[in-house]
């Protein structure tokens, strides 16, 4: 493993908050209540904050983490928890 890699338990950790930020704003996005026109792309300040994430690491933990199809699955997965089941 190249020398700039980060340990797995701190992967993990990063692995973790991205996955959270994640659900946290696709949950908001399908109870309606995201900002009009927010769509991907930087989260809000406050979901950010909520997780302890600047806007610089959000876009670093995307970059890692998006092309993963097993991640990917995950946040849908827990986004499909939030969603509200219709009566």
Do not use: H, K, M
Request: with cysteine; proline share 13%; charged share 20%.
């Amino acid at each position: 493993a190249p020398a700039s890699a980060p340990p797995a338990a701190e992967e993990a950790a990063d692995l973790e908050r991205y996955v959270a930020a994640a659900v946290a704003l696709g949950c908001r996005s399908v109870s309606g209540s995201a900002a009009p026109g927010a769509g991907p792309g930087l989260p809000p300040q406050d979901v950010l904050e909520t997780f302890g994430l600047t806007r610089a690491a959000w876009i670093e933990l995307s970059n890692r983490f998006a092309g993963d199809p097993a991640v990917q699955e995950r946040i849908s997965e827990e986004v499909r928890r939030c969603v509200p089941r219709p009566p």
